[in-house]
């Protein structure tokens, strides 16, 4: 573990992802403190200060209706990680007792779960979220749902593989033989050398849960106003390119910022667990 | 050669059943929603009488498995049902805006392969040097952002700042081509209206580059990761001791067996495409898939939106199946029992 923090630390790109991911989270933590202007996180209305390029105290601009962008940047970044939250922990521990169960069982159990995981894999992920999303009402609780259904099977396949190849491996045939259960082999042996590639595979999900959550917000079928989305705020400034360049620019280098946090620390993350 | 079609006899059956499952999976998503379809095609203000008529029309007082054996019935004979959205048959519908989608998803495939695998391979030759930390950096950035924060983006810098390549649209409305393929730069060129092509091609860069940047990065990082592990090879050491240049090393031993995991994830990666195909075309107005498929599911028109996942679907496993058939074409060592996951 000292070793793990050590070469992350020494990394300038590792420290850099920390730097920004930890920057995201305290804005997102400490919002109501940190933000100018708390309130415009709402259905807030300033006709005096209206699509305001940015200047002091608007740091970012203003919107449409004059609510500040940085402000509701913030607030849009608190959603997003609580859909991660909410999304990774029901997703994660449904798929990888799927891979599990599929790589150490092997046969008919193995092709009927793979399968099945097969199917959810080749419809485009976007696209399965959207039909869920368009056939529910468009609320954050069936956002989410609709985006953790789409996310369990890459850890299924993800976990199957590598249990696949780890059932071979003398520790576990020693468990076979001293008679322990399936239970036990699949929980307590397999799974903790699975444990690098998921932990590692979760933080670069973040990042791309924040992704997907914006973009389907950006078609319309996300969170819906007045709460802030990055993925709404790029779509309802568009129209307006490029006069009013910040109203997208700003949201956009938003999700660019906080995604490619997650990725460097992912990505550092792979190489030192020596996940894949 | 025999073997490669057992593989593709075995290919296409599993996904046959995949389509079999993701045809279930989708119906039975829009069958179970709240919200009654025939109400909602036909408004308020219709009569019971006339919600009733519709309802038995699309068997929709039945049980779900009947009405599902109705749709495979129909789905045989080529018939996804009429759209409650254009009054139109949806294989029509989908037809007329699927070729514009599958133009810009194959050519910011192509732009994928084109670029990343090359980038990734740079990156692997040079390994721990600069230009392996720059191409990291900005594959890591193309991952980073959705494709429509790209596409805008890319359309700031070369559409409005620079004005180099147009802002919305697939041709220019001077030019009248007839549809025959409906795939723009093949029309064209049909039509032998060489500067109508030209026009296209031109309208397809940003868009195409907006969807194929995220890809690009990870064919690129996969490529490099591969070919790393390539070089560690015995075979590669002992080609190193008989003295072949680094440059033919590179491209000729360790590139080629590095290809095929790189080629599985590109396939899956098409997915991606044909899913993030939607955000770039609402941003560049592209008059593909993406705004019928988001009015649909808009308006609750379950016809149409399990005819446009169905079809999406069955574009991507096609598209993998010929992607496994190019792994066998590269590697005849390849057989289907290692390739199974």
Redesign the interface.
């Known amino acids: 573990m000292k070793r793990i923090i050590f070469i992350l630390l020494s990394n300038p790109l590792s420290l850099l992802g920390l730097f920004l991911v930890t920057l995201v989270i305290i804005l997102a933590i400490f919002a109501d403190f940190i933000a100018p202007f708390p309130e415009h996180r709402g259905a807030v209305v300033d006709f005096v200060n209206f699509n305001k390029a940015p200047e002091w105290p608007y740091i970012m601009g203003t919107d449409l209706v004059g609510r500040d962008i940085f402000s509701r940047i913030i607030y849009a970044y608190r959603i997003s990680l609580l859909l991660g939250v909410f999304v990774l922990s029901i997703a994660v521990p449904i798929g990888v007792t799927m891979g599990l169960i599929a790589g150490y069982m092997g046969g008919k159990t193995e092709y009927i779960l793979m399968r099945i995981t097969d199917v959810f894999l080749s419809i485009p992920p976007l696209v399965l979220a959207m039909s869920i999303m368009g056939l529910l009402e468009p609320t954050l609780i069936n956002g989410m749902l609709a985006v953790t259904v789409m996310w369990w099977p890459w850890y299924t396949r993800l976990v199957y593989n590598i249990a696949r190849s780890e059932k071979e491996e003398g520790y576990v045939l020693a468990a076979e033989i001293i008679g322990a259960s399936k239970t036990h082999i699949i929980f307590r042996e397999i799974l903790p050398n699975c444990l690098p590639a998921i932990v590692t595979k979760m933080t670069l999900d973040f990042g791309f849960v924040i992704l997907i959550a914006s973009s389907l917000s950006f078609l319309g079928l996300g969170v819906q106003p007045p709460t802030p989305d990055l993925g709404s705020m790029v779509a309802g400034g568009a129209t307006y390119l490029p006069d009013s360049w910040w109203l997208t620019v700003f949201p956009g280098l938003a999700i660019l910022v906080a995604v490619f946090g997650f990725n460097l620390v992912g990505d550092a993350l792979r190489d030192v667990l020596g996940a894949d | 050669m025999p073997t490669s079609f057992i593989i593709l006899f075995k290919r296409l059956f599993?996904s046959f059943?995949?389509?079999i499952?993701?045809s279930m999976?989708?119906f039975t998503?829009?069958r179970i929603?709240?919200g009654d379809p025939a109400r909602i095609a036909l408004g308020p203000n219709a009569t019971l009488e006339a919600v009733a008529n519709l309802r038995a029309n699309l068997h929709l007082d039945e049980s779900i498995i009947v009405q599902y054996g109705y749709f495979i019935w129909n789905l045989l004979h080529g018939d996804l049902g009429i759209s409650l959205y254009t009054n139109r048959p949806v294989l029509l519908d989908i037809g007329q805006f699927l070729p514009a989608t599958l133009e810009l998803v194959f050519v910011a495939g192509f732009i994928m392969v084109a670029i990343g695998l090359p980038l990734g391979a740079i990156a692997a030759r040079y390994r721990g040097k600069f230009i392996d930390?720059v191409i990291?950096?900005l594959s890591?950035?193309g991952?980073?952002?959705?494709s429509?924060?790209w596409a805008?983006?890319l359309?700031?810098m070369f559409a409005?700042?620079l004005p180099i390549f147009p802002i919305a649209g697939r041709i220019t409305d001077s030019y009248t081509i007839q549809a025959v393929t409906g795939f723009l730069l093949l029309d064209t060129l049909i039509a032998g209206e060489y500067r109508a092509f030209g026009d296209a091609f031109w309208h397809l860069i940003l868009p195409a580059f907006a969807l194929a940047l995220s890809g690009i990065g990870q064919a690129a990082r996969l490529t490099r990761?591969n070919m790393i592990e390539t070089y560690d090879k015995p075979y590669i050491e002992m080609a190193q001791s008989y003295g072949f240049s680094e440059k033919r090393i590179a491209s000729k031993f360790a590139f080629k067996p590095s290809l095929i995991p790189s080629m599985t994830i590109i396939g899956?990666d098409f997915?991606?495409?044909?899913?993030?195909a939607?955000?770039v075309e609402?941003?560049f107005a592209w008059p593909g898939l993406s705004r019928y498929?988001?009015a649909?599911?808009?308006r609750?028109d379950l016809n149409a939106?399990v005819g446009?996942?169905l079809v999406?679907?069955a574009t991507?496993?096609i598209v993998?199946i010929i992607v496994d058939l190019l792994i066998a074409f590269i590697n005849p060592r390849i057989r289907f029992s290692t390739r199974r996951?």
């Open positions: 599993t059943i995949v389509l499952g993701v999976l989708i998503i829009a929603i709240p930390h990291r950096i890591l950035l991952v980073s952002a959705p429509f924060v805008v983006i359309m700031l409005f700042y990761a899956l997915a991606a495409m044909l899913g993030n939607f955000l609402a941003v498929g988001v649909v599911i808009l609750k939106i446009t996942v999406i679907s991507f496993l993998n996951s």
